[in-house]
Every structure is written in structure tokens, then in C-alpha cells.
């Protein structure tokens, strides 16, 4: 399959939410031939006026093709799709490429589930918009057999050219998608908490913005160290110790409980770092906080 031109290459797509749709709007704007199924006609239907084939049931889907992208909200909704429409005996021969959130329990049984069946089955994530999807922005995180993923190559190599593989386990690219997705909420959230606290103590937001943006080249150094410390066991050397980042967390609650903003962020914070002070960490880098994180490893 990896040295087929796209023109001769069919692939269908099962689930056309925004990302679903976006796959498919990608994949037929670079020649593939694309049949789509969703719940909702009317998605469909705005597809097939772009050029793709419309299916009236999942396993029209699955028969059309041998290659299935599968982008629905979560593994539940897929495995009532499969349940309801008996879908298990559509997927010998078949490829799954799966680009469904779900847990590691859900990952693996859903494994199971293909291979017991005589399918194949990549594995992945979209950490991107739709609109990046074939763009020099766009990025998929994915696992599967070499064999496999070689085979799927022209398929993703379209949604993404730099596509990764993050080998044989199925469960990697959960595991960091949603490792990705903690420090991206994280660092929104506070954002936008900071902005409540502007706002409510007469801070002109367009001030916030302009100060924000000039931190951003320090909190891209800072997330490289700490990753690199954890990485090398160098958490113990520090410019400001755990103990003064709770200290200074401390002062921004007593500001913002004074403004009367919620504090529910806050405190979460405050009671990561009273916990490394128990475990002895109080003089310790930021990146030491991994133990608590992790504290079996």
C-alpha cells in the first residue's frame, strides 16, 4: 500500500464530529477516495457535496474499504455502533485506525476486540485542531505493528507528514496525548484565573495580555528544564525551592480572597505543594513534585 498513489487509495471514515469531518475534508482535498458514515445524515450529506461517498450503516463503511478511520467522542459510543449494528464479523481484513479518547482499559479491550476478529489496528491521537490536519501544524501521535503502520503510511502521511510512531504498545499514545493535555489545561487554566483576578481587581486585561505574552519565552525554558531534571534525577538543585513557590502560591490565594474570586485552583495547587513539604521536598526544584505525582516509581 505505501507505494500506491493516493488517487487509487479508498479509506472510510466512521464519526464526523469536527475532527472527524476534518480528517475527511483532508484526505479528499488530497485525492483519496473517502466514504463516510455518522449518526447524523446531514454531516454525511455535507461531506458527499465535497466529494466524499455516503454510507447509510457502519458496515457499508467497513465494506467499502479495507483502511477505517474511526473518530467518534469516546469508546462507549464506538462499542454501542458495534454493538447495535453487529459490526464484529465486517472487521476481518479489515484496518482500523482508531482516533477515539478512551482509557487504557478501553484501548486494550478494543485491541481485543479487532484482532480477535481477524483485523489490524493502528492505534492514535490527533493533538491539533482540524483546521491543522495536512498542514505543517498538524500532529498524530500513533502505535501499531511496523507492518501496520507502514501499511497506513499514505493515509496519515496526508493528515500529517511528520507523523509519530510511538512503536508497538497501543497504550502510548493515550498515555501521552493526556500527559500533553494536563500541561496544556493546566497552563490555560491558571491563565485564565490569573484574568479573573485581574478583573476583579482593575487590572485592564489588555495590560495582562501584553505581560502574559512576554513570559511566554520563560515558561518554554522552564518546562524544558523541569522535563530535562526529571529526565536526569537532578531534582534537588533549584534557583526557587518548593518551599518558595508555596509561599508564593500562598500570597496569590490571600490576594485573590480578597478580590472574592474563587480559590478552587488555588488551593489545589497549595495542597500539592503542603504535600511535598511532608515528603521532605521543601528545599527541592519544582520538578521534585513528580513524586508526588508519582509516588511509586
Not at 185 to 197: D, H, K, P, Q
Not at 211 to 233: C, H, K, P, V, Y
Request: glycine share 10%.
Amino acid at each position: 500500500m505505501s507505494n500506491q498513489n493516493a488517487s487509487t487509495l479508498g479509506v472510510s471514515i466512521i464519526g464526523l464530529g469536527a475532527m472527524g469531518s476534518g480528517i475527511a475534508r483532508t484526505l479528499i482535498e488530497r485525492g483519496f477516495t473517502v466514504s463516510v458514515w455518522n449518526r447524523s445524515r446531514s454531516k454525511v450529506d455535507a461531506l458527499v457535496a465535497k466529494g466524499a461517498i455516503g454510507c447509510n450503516e457502519p458496515g457499508d463503511a467497513l465494506n467499502a474499504n479495507t483502511h477505517v478511520i474511526v473518530c467518534v467522542s469516546d469508546y462507549a459510543v464506538w462499542q454501542r455502533i458495534i454493538q447495535e449494528n453487529r459490526l464484529e464479523s465486517h472487521f476481518e481484513d479489515t484496518c482500523i485506525i482508531q482516533m477515539t479518547t478512551g482509557t487504557i482499559d478501553d484501548v486494550q479491550a478494543h485491541a481485543s476486540l479487532i484482532h480477535d476478529n481477524g483485523g489490524r489496528l493502528v492505534e492514535g491521537a490527533v493533538m491539533c485542531y482540524p483546521r491543522n490536519l495536512g498542514t505543517d501544524e498538524a500532529a498524530l501521535l500513533l502505535s501499531g505493528s511496523p507492518v501496520v503502520l507502514d501499511e497506513c503510511a499514505p493515509i496519515l502521511s496526508a493528515l500529517d507528514a511528520n507523523w509519530t510512531s510511538l512503536g508497538e504498545d497501543i497504550n502510548q499514545p493515550s498515555v501521552l496525548s493526556r500527559s500533553l493535555m494536563s500541561g496544556l489545561t493546566g497552563a490555560l487554566m491558571g491563565l485564565v484565573n490569573g484574568a479573573a483576578i485581574c478583573r476583579a481587581g482593575g487590572v485592564p486585561l489588555d495590560i495582562f495580555l501584553k505581560f502574559n505574552e512576554g513570559t511566554n519565552s520563560i515558561l518554554l525554558a522552564e518546562q524544558r528544564r523541569l522535563i530535562e531534571a526529571i529526565r536526569d534525577g537532578r531534582t534537588e538543585e533549584n534557583e526557587a525551592s518548593i518551599k518558595a513557590w508555596r509561599e508564593g502560591n500562598q500570597a496569590l490565594n490571600s490576594v485573590a480572597a480578597s478580590l472574592g474570586t474563587d480559590l478552587t485552583l488555588q488551593n489545589a495547587i497549595q495542597a500539592v505543594f503542603q504535600e511535598g513539604g511532608k515528603r521532605g521536598l521543601d528545599e527541592h526544584d519544582l520538578s521534585a513534585l513528580v513524586d508526588v505525582f508519582d509516588p511509586g516509581h
